[in-house]
């Protein structure tokens, strides 16, 4: 699975007025309900808010994957956004998160929503692809370089 089969152009944005890691969730949230008319920005942001009180889903180098298993979906379904400035996202190497991954696994996808995972973090933890998304000016051009540096198969 590539991100483009999880990510629709319009959920790709750079994201205004955000200067919290709760608004930034709560935008998200709004995001992933484009496309899929089936969920709420409010039983998703509930979703990824449960997940958050696990631990931070911030991954360091200013990236954070918040994501959530949701009752109802058959299919992962993934957005971005690029922050203003970055927010406090509690993440293990107390640096600011300004790019957010977040993504939504079927409730019993336990293994491809690990897999996901892993394949996301692996994407952001090159710094190339942090710099392009951080340099890209419209959200047409952050959706192009996401797929673009997708590149691996799944």
Do not use: W
């Not at 931070?56 to 299919?75: E, F, L, N, Q």
């Not at 991954?101 to 996901?116: A, D």
């Amino acid at each position: 699975m590539n991100i483009a089969d999880i990510v629709a152009p319009e959920r790709v944005r750079l994201a205004d007025d955000v200067q919290s890691k709760k608004r930034a969730l709560e935008q998200l949230a709004e995001f992933l309900t484009q496309g899929t008319p089936y969920l709420t920005a409010s039983e998703i942001f509930n979703g990824l808010i449960s997940r958050e009180k696990l631990g931070s889903t911030g991954i360091g180098d200013g990236v954070a994957i918040p994501h959530a298993r949701m009752k109802g979906i058959d299919d992962c379904i993934g957005a971005f956004m690029r922050l203003p400035q970055p927010v406090n996202f509690e993440s293990n190497d107390e640096q600011p998160v300004d790019l957010v991954f977040g993504l939504l696994v079927p409730e019993k996808s336990t293994e491809e929503h690990l897999k996901l995972l892993r394949r996301l973090a692996e994407l952001f933890s090159e710094n190339q692809t942090l710099a392009e998304l951080r340099d890209a000016s419209d959200d047409e051009k952050v959706y192009k370089t996401l797929i673009a540096r997708d590149t691996s198969d799944a």
